[in-house]
């Protein structure tokens, strides 16, 4: 453990920030500065992240292929004399303050009760000594179903927790974020999106066994990348329409510990031959919700199998398989994204798409040669424009590195 804790302290900074990065890192700069009258003293920073493979997956202790995206969120923050918590969103320009021994939750500016989570999480760890000046700004499309929340709560922890002189292994740190979305935020979420944010490596997916923890890069193919297509439509993961699906998943894996002879103490337990021999003894809206996150399982190991052969092709199939699982059997798909997905079938280039994350609107996820990325960005646009009036918005994505602190 001891290992582990010196370890990330001593990641080295990174030398390398592209210019957009650069950009967004000197405009939040200049932001604290103008506003609070002094440099920051850290600065840290969090990508979102795309979830490749494994929908909803990760709260049933299944596997994941995800990534770190080029889009992300920094965080500055510096020591006050007293104990107040003076909090910045650099985009609204709006700030909150509170008491850092009470970070609660509140109805207005909600945006703030992320970083309150996380402080809530870091103060169970060490109590705070002192208060600070904080400020955040990010690139990433709020709502788009990139995991904006996530790479707050990443870069946040990540800051304040250097602040406080606590030093944390990735995967606690990621837990600090995830406990935020669950008792600040009301979203009974999986540990995805933050383990994405922090463990992503450039040119790499994540995978991820959410029941050993073993989490790891695995290489991705050079001559392929990633659309990101935002539909804008609405995203309703704290409506609980997540944590519906989340409450259904564990009904049926109390049903399955019933009458399969091994021991069942989540979906990943259960195989697709064991859900076709039981289907029909199910309530049928529990068993279609199930047969998702057990279906998704063994594409994400059958897809490792495919990047480990350099067939991107075969891969792309099992996005296209993973997007008609969440549309027939989880239902968290909806037109918009469905027509993302349907155009996408017939483009040149394109291997295959499927929606990313909890669903129920955002973003879907694309994978194309990427000599025809372009042409097949518009393509897209173009049919999204031609059923909804105007086109989605896509972007292309590379694999990125993790959270880090950039002045600490
Ligand atoms: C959201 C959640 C994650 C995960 C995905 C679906 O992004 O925050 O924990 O459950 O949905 O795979």
Redesign the pocket.
Known sequence: MLFFLHLYDKLPLPFFLSNAMQTLQNELIAKFSAHFGREPEIVSYAPGRI?VL??????NEGY?LSAAINYGTFFAVSKRADNEVHLLAGDLMEEVAFDVRQPIAEKESMWANYVKGCLAGLSSVKAPQFGFDAAFLGNIPLGSGL?SSAALETCATLAIARLFDITLPKLEIAKIGQKAEHTFAG?K?????QVSSIYGEENALVLSDFRSFDIKPIAFPEDVCFLMCNTHAKHA?VDGA?NERRESCEIAARFFATVLDHPVSALRDVSWNEWLRFRDSMDDRIARRAAHPIGEDTRVLEGIDCLRSGDAASFGKLMFDSHESSRVYFENSCPELDTVVNAAKSIPGILGARLS??GFGGSAVVLVNKRDAETAAEAIRNAYAHQYGSPCDTRIISCSQGAHLVKA
């Open positions: 979830e494994g929908n909803h997956t990760d709260y994941v995991s979203v979420c999986g540990l995805l999106d993961l997540y994350g909890g």
